[in-house]
């Protein structure tokens, strides 16, 4: 059975794949300004996977699991830099 992968599918996943390594980067980083960094670029390439998979609830969980996950670098990010 042949599976096909659409550019909305790669772009969802990767979105995935980003948020979640900017996460690891931010409780591993020394330097909190870093993680705030990673985590508003994987945030921005999360919203546009996300824009680009909105027709498809599949796309869309993944994509919406990334900006979670890179929210959640920036949250870190910043709770290092103000304590």
Do not use: E
Request: proline share 1%; hydrophobic share 55%.
């Amino acid at each position: 059975m042949q599976h096909s992968t659409t550019l909305t599918k790669t772009a969802c996943i990767s979105a995935l794949i980003i948020g979640v390594l900017a996460a690891a980067f931010a409780f591993s980083t020394k330097t909190p300004s870093y993680a705030v960094t990673a985590g508003a670029v994987a945030t921005v390439i999360g919203l546009v996977s996300l824009y680009m998979g909105r027709k498809n609830i599949d796309d869309m969980q993944l994509a919406a699991a990334g900006v979670f996950m890179a929210v959640v670098s920036c949250l870190v990010g910043l709770w290092q830099i103000y304590n």
